[in-house]
Nanobody, 118 residues
Framework: QVQLVESGGDLVQAGGSLRLSCAAS????????MGWYRQFPGKQRELVAT???????NYGDSVKGRFTISRDNAKNTVSLQMNTLEPEDTAVYYC????????????WGQGTQVTVSS
């Protein structure tokens, strides 16, 4: 199995920046897609950003131009650079990984809290 561990969540003021990191551990796997999702209280988990093994990125509409996702395939890590944070970005952020292709399996981290004060 794959374990995902997030770090970097914090309390910041509006307009500030924060960087989240996620490390995948385990043996005998290839991660084709990694990314970040977030969940607001009482809401469904929503896309923040994903990145494929080849580097193709996809961003949620609300974070385009402010957030940047990157990954290191050799280290099995993914990061999310968040700039110009707004109070509306306050949520629990979850690391995501998809392992395999035809028989892909999804994994989730435990989540890290990001709080943006106005």
């Amino acid at each position: 199995q794959v374990q995902l561990v997030e770090s970097g969540g914090d309390l910041v003021q509006a307009g500030g920046s924060l960087r989240l990191s996620c490390a995948a551990s385990g043996s005998g796997f290839t991660i084709y897609t990694m990314g970040w999702y977030r969940q607001f209280p009482g809401k469904q988990r929503e896309l923040v950003a994903t990145i494929t093994h080849s580097g193709r990125t996809n961003y949620g509409d609300s974070v385009k131009g402010r957030f940047t996702i990157s990954r290191d395939n050799a280290k099995n890590t993914v990061s999310l650079q968040m700039n110009t944070l707004e109070p509306e970005d306050t949520a629990v952020y979850y690391c995501y990984a998809s392992v395999g292709l035809y028989t892909s399996v999804d994994y989730w981290g435990q989540g890290t809290q990001v709080t943006v004060s106005s």
